[in-house]
């Protein structure tokens, strides 16, 4: 199972593939990670910025098993991408996209 709850106030989101379970999390695989943030102020650039690095580390953690790096890039992505999307803060989808457009910006 993996498990992967981005925890401030009532918030919870997870994972590839989810099902939702009664508790308000998404389950998947054997594994879970809680990741609580209400010290982040997620109301800047900034604060969104380090959101997002920090679900990518804990995305990391649950995908290490994979074993092909492709894969494992691909299951941090997939888990960070389902999170955003179903997250019930919408600042880990705005950390996604600010990334992507300063990515574009700098070519």
């Known amino acids: 199972m993996i498990r992967l709850a981005l925890v401030s ?19 998947v695989g054997n594994d879970q990670v809680h990741l609580i943030y ?11 910025a380090l959101l997002l690095a920090k679900v990518e580390q804990a995305a990391g953690k649950l995908c290490e098993d994979r074993k092909l790096a492709a894969d494992e890039r691909e299951c941090v992505r997939s888990v960070v991408a389902d999170a955003a999307a179903k997250s019930s803060s919408k600042a880990l989808a705005l950390a996604l996209t600010e990334r992507n457009e300063t990515a574009l910006a700098g070519r």
Not at 13 to 20: C, D, G, L, Q
């Open 9 to 27: 106030a009532a918030t919870l989101a997870s994972v590839i593939t989810p099902a939702f379970a009664k508790d308000g999390s998404w389950v």
């Open 38 to 48: 209400s010290h982040i102020d997620t109301g800047t650039a900034a604060g969104r």
